[in-house]
C-alpha cells in the first residue's frame, strides 16, 4: 500500500469559516506622542520665558526711562549757568555725569551746559557723531537750529554697560530654563520610549529554546510592525526547529534496524560457504543499502518540506509539463515491472506554487503508485486545468489493493503502514506529500479510484 502522511481526507474538509474579528483599537504612534509632549513641553517653558522676560524687560525699561528723565531733570533745572558751576557740581549724582547737554548761539556763546565738568567742542558736527572728550568716548547728536546748535552726547561706556546689562538680564531667564526643558524631554523621551526598552528585556530574558510569539499589547504602531516580524521570525525559527528534532529522533530511530540489518548481511556475506551463497547474500546486501539509502532520502525530503519557510512567493507551475517528465522518469521501472503508466493531461494546466516542492510530490506519488501495485497492473496519470470555479488539480490512481476507509488518514502519519501492505515502503512517502500539500495550501484527499478499483490521490487548488 502506498507510503502515506496522516490527514488528507480532513484537508478536503471545508474549514469553517472564520469568525468575524473584533475591530482592534488602532494603536497609539511613537511618533505622534513624542512629538506632542514635546511640543506641549516646548509650548509651557516658552510661555514661562516670555512672562519673565517681559516683566524683566519692563522693569528694566522703566528704570531707564526714569533715570532719562531725572538727568534731563537736572540739565534742564536752569540753575546752572555757564559760568555757575562751582556749587552745584558737587550735589550732581556720578550716574548723571555720564551724559552731557550743551546749547551754544551761533556766534560760539554758551547758553546752557549740564552740570559736567567736561566740556564738548562748539564745532559740531550735525546729526551723529563720535569723539573723545578728556580720554573719553562719547555718542553725540547735534541739532542746529536758526539761532543756536543743540548738542546731547551720552558716554560710550555706560551706554554699552547698560545695553549688557539688558541683554544679560535678557538671557538669564533662558540660561535657567535651558536645563529645566532638558529634563523634560529627557523625561518625555524615555516615557515614549519604554515600550522598545520592554521589548528589548523581554528578548534579553529568553532562553535559547523559548520561541513563543513575543506579546504586542500595548506597543505603538511604529514597534508593532517590528514585533510582528520578530514574532513570525520565531514561528519560522520553531517550525524548523520542530523539523530537525523530529528529524533527528526519526532517524535515530528509523535507522537503527536498517544499519543493524544491513550489519547481518555483511556477516552473512562473509560467512558463505560457497559462491552461490555469497552471491544471494551480496545480492540482499545491495537490496538493503539501496532501502537505507532510499530512508535517508525520504527522511530528508520530509524535513525539508517540515521546515520550509515561504521566503519566495509562489510562482505559476506548469502542471502538465511537470506530470509528463514524472512519467517520462518513472517509465523505466514501470516497465520492467509490466506496469501499464499513462498519462492523461491538457496542452497547459497552471497552478501557483514551488515548482521543486511539486516534482518531489509527483515523484513520491507515481513512485508509490508503482511499488504498490502488482505486475501487469496500470497507473494513471491525471492534470485538471482550473475551470470555471474549480481549481487545477493532480490525480494519480492505480490499480493496486488501495487502502481501507479507516486507515487513509493514519498512512499520512509518517512512518505508519497500512496493516497487510506489501513491500519495503519507509512509511514517509505520503507523509511528505501532505506536507506538500500544506505548503501549498491545497487538499489533498485519498478514496478509491472508481477506474482502477486501487489507491486514488487527489491533490486540488482553490479555485
Known sequence: ?????????????????????????????????????????????????????????????????????????????????????????????????????????????????????????????????????????????????????????????????????????????????????????????????????????????????DLAPLPTAGLPAELRPLVDEMNGLLGRLAAAWAALTHFTADAAHELRSPLAALRLQVQSVQRAPDEAARQLAGERLLGGIDRATRLVEQLLALARQEGAERAAPPVPVDLAALARSAVADAAGEAARRGIALALDAPDEATAQGQPDALVVLLRNLVDNALRYTPEGGQVRVRVQSAGAGTGAALLVEDSGPGIAPEDRQRVLDRFYRAPGAAGHGSGLGLAIVSAIARQHEAALQLDASPVLGGLRVALRWPG
Not at 474538509?13 to 482592534?24: D, G, I
Not at 524683566?56 to 533745572?77: G, K, P, V, W, Y
Not at 515600550?195 to 529554546?209: I, L
Request: glycine letters at 4%; a positive charge; aromatic letters at 4%.
Open 1 to 209: 500500500m502506498p507510503d502515506t502522511p496522516d490527514s488528507i481526507a480532513a484537508c478536503a474538509r471545508h474549514e469553517p469559516a472564520a469568525a468575524p474579528k473584533h475591530h482592534e483599537k488602532r494603536p497609539s504612534s511613537l511618533r505622534g506622542r513624542l512629538t506632542r509632549a514635546l511640543l506641549v513641553a516646548v509650548l509651557l517653558i516658552a510661555c514661562a520665558q516670555a512672562l519673565v522676560t517681559y516683566r524683566t524687560a519692563r522693569q528694566d525699561t522703566e528704570a531707564l526711562f526714569d533715570a532719562q528723565m531725572q538727568r534731563i531733570a537736572i540739565s534742564l533745572t536752569g540753575s546752572l549757568a555757564a559760568g555757575d558751576q562751582a556749587g552745584g557740581l558737587a550735589s550732581v549724582p556720578a550716574s548723571a555725569q555720564d551724559m552731557i547737554i550743551q546749547i551754544w548761539r551761533a556766534d560760539g556763546l554758551m547758553l546752557y551746559r549740564s552740570p559736567t565738568s567736561r566740556l564738548l567742542p562748539p564745532q559740531a558736527v550735525i546729526g551723529f557723531s563720535d569723539l573723545r572728550v578728556d580720554g573719553d568716548a562719547y555718542r553725540v547728536y547735534a541739532l542746529q537750529t536758526s539761532t543756536q546748535i543743540v548738542q546731547v552726547a551720552q558716554q560710550t561706556e555706560a551706554r554699552r554697560e547698560m545695553a549688557g546689562q539688558l541683554a544679560l538680564r535678557a538671557v538669564l531667564p533662558v540660561a535657567l530654563l535651558a536645563p529645566l526643558l532638558m529634563l523634560v524631554v529627557w523625561w518625555v523621551v524615555g516615557r515614549a520610549l519604554a515600550p522598545v526598552e520592554r521589548v528589548r528585556r523581554q528578548v534579553a530574558a529568553r532562553r535559547a529554546d
